[in-house]
């Protein structure tokens, strides 16, 4: 099979270094060519290396935190030059990390993967430098289906989305930003996210009830269906869905874990949460007890390692039929009583240190209102 050279690549082509036999190459693939890793650390980094890439699924590429401003003379490629040679690849999954990449550098290599099949970018531990240029009426970047961001930084400031949003196709249906510079966006100047279905903006610890109301601009995402708060500096749920109401937010599914979480706010205004919302996601939140007006028409909760003294009554959760109860003060040390109440569904709890390393708690299956009585 000839192996096509992918933009990235062919932009470095001009100033790639002849390999040195007695220095290990910084660029490793696996043995069904599935996923290639590139540690580019070296203080004269064999970039030609990466040619083994060529043919894999996945590339994952780090550049030592080196800045690549040597490249940008090459950002003028013209993409139609190869652009069957792009169209061969098999990449379907990139990852760019640990970099200082000029702005119109990183517009190149998205204008060069246009005809691409790339469908999941990630950009992390990155510095945006100078200032993204406009894109041409065509020949615009990928048609991404999921782009994730972290502890990216950006010139542009809050001007970045909307820029970099011109150079991705439409179509984007996840959108992943953690640890975020910066999260004031312009509104006026995005595009609606029209196919977006997930926003996650989990480990943002500044972002707060108030960043989130300006984050969610309104009317940009109609389509949402899924929104993750994990760690963002939530305080209420009363305060998320207030913003979710100024921006027409309806999203199904809210995760909200890993917050220091309120139960209530004194004085502030009953809200009206989307009637879409029927599953939230409450565990790791320090909560005492059930927050007063959840969402009318929740049917599953998760309110795993809180600080819940007794089991939820009926009036509290008059439709959920799926509760999540692991590791809460009432299931320890006298769980087994719990799990002998008719019809209960209540399983073993968990550890609440093993689900905060990954594991998977137990969840409550509750079978009919007479379940919570």
Request: net charge negative; glycine share 6%; proline share 8%.
């Amino acid at each position: 099979m000839v192996r096509a050279p992918c933009p990235l690549l062919l932009l470095l082509v001009p100033s790639l270094l002849h390999l040195s036999a007695a220095t290990p190459e910084p660029c490793e693939i696996d043995d069904d060519d599935v996923r290639c890793v590139c540690n580019f650390t070296d203080p004269e980094p064999q970039w030609s290396s990466a040619l083994q890439c060529l043919s894999a699924l996945e590339v994952e590429v780090h550049g030592g935190g080196r800045s690549l401003q040597q490249f940008v003379r090459f950002s003028d490629t013209n993409p139609k030059e190869y652009v069957d040679l792009v169209k061969a690849l098999r990449l379907r999954r990139l990852t760019v990390g640990t970099a200082q990449v000029p702005a119109p550098l990183l517009v190149a290599v998205l204008q060069g993967l246009g005809s691409s099949r790339l469908r999941q970018l990630t950009l992390k531990d990155l510095e945006v430098t100078g200032t993204m240029p406009l894109p041409p009426l065509e020949d615009i970047g990928p048609a991404l289906s999921t782009l994730s961001l972290r502890n990216v930084s950006w010139a542009t400031d809050d001007a970045w989305l909307a820029k970099l949003q011109q150079w991705l196709k439409p179509g984007l249906r996840e959108l992943n930003i953690a640890q975020a510079h910066s999260l004031a966006f312009r509104c006026a100047d995005l595009h609606s996210f029209s196919s977006l279905r997930t926003l996650d903006l989990s480990d943002n610890p500044a972002l707060g009830e108030r960043g989130l109301t300006a984050v969610l601009c309104p009317n940009k995402f109609p389509a949402l269906q899924e929104l993750t708060l994990r760690n963002a500096g939530m305080e209420t749920p009363s305060g998320v869905c207030a913003a979710l109401a100024a921006a027409a937010v309806k999203p199904q599914r809210l995760d909200l874990s890993r917050n220091s979480l309120r139960a209530r706010t004194q004085g502030a205004p009953p809200c009206v949460w989307p009637s879409t919302l029927n599953s939230l996601n409450l565990s790791f939140a320090g909560l005492e007890q059930v927050p007063q007006g959840l969402p009318a028409e929740l049917s599953v909760l998760d309110l795993s390692c809180n600080s819940l003294h007794r089991m939820p009554r009926l009036e509290e959760l008059p439709k959920v039929t799926s509760l999540t109860l692991d590791g809460n003060p009432f299931l320890e040390p006298d769980a087994s009583k719990y799990q002998e109440v008719p019809n209960s569904g209540v399983v073993p709890a968990s550890e609440c240190s093993a689900l905060a390393m990954g594991m998977s708690g137990a969840v409550a299956l509750l079978q009919g209102a007479g379940a919570l009585a």
